[in-house]
């Protein structure tokens, strides 16, 4: 294992970030991450477990704040529903550089916070 990361994220901070900054969810996440929230009538849970994915993968990474952009890392779902992480760009190459090979990410939400735990390995 080289790094483990989480992030947990309340939702009416996020729900209001998202009415105040309506091109965000285009800044932060892929077209794919938000074609998924969006199925739902309210796609606030799904967008900040992902926004928790992508903090998580970070810390899991051992790198500060914006040392990628956030839609470097994308959550991608495997036909069985599970999470995984696929890395673009910046993101990508800061992990090949600290060796990582494989990605292990759970996520989960109430309905007050969303979580993400991130294992780089």
């Not at 294992?1 to 900054?21: K, N, P, S, W, Y």
């Not at 529903?81 to 993101?91: C, D, E, F, K, Y």
Request: net charge positive; no cysteine.
């Amino acid at each position: 294992m080289i790094g483990i990361g989480t992030d947990l994220v309340e939702l009416d901070r996020f729900r209001l970030a998202l009415q105040r900054t309506p091109r965000l969810p285009e800044r932060l996440f892929s077209d794919a991450e938000r074609a998924y929230a969006a199925r739902r009538r309210d796609p606030t849970e799904r967008l900040a477990a992902r926004f928790a994915a992508k903090e998580a993968v970070m810390k899991a990474m051992g790198v500060g704040l914006w040392r990628f952009k956030l839609r470097d890392v994308e959550v991608v779902r495997a036909p069985s529903g599970q999470p995984s992480v696929a890395l673009h760009g910046r993101a990508a190459e800061l992990a090949a550089e600290k060796g990582v090979t494989e990605w292990r990410l759970t996520l989960t939400h109430t309905d007050r916070v969303a979580q993400a735990i991130a294992v780089a390995l």
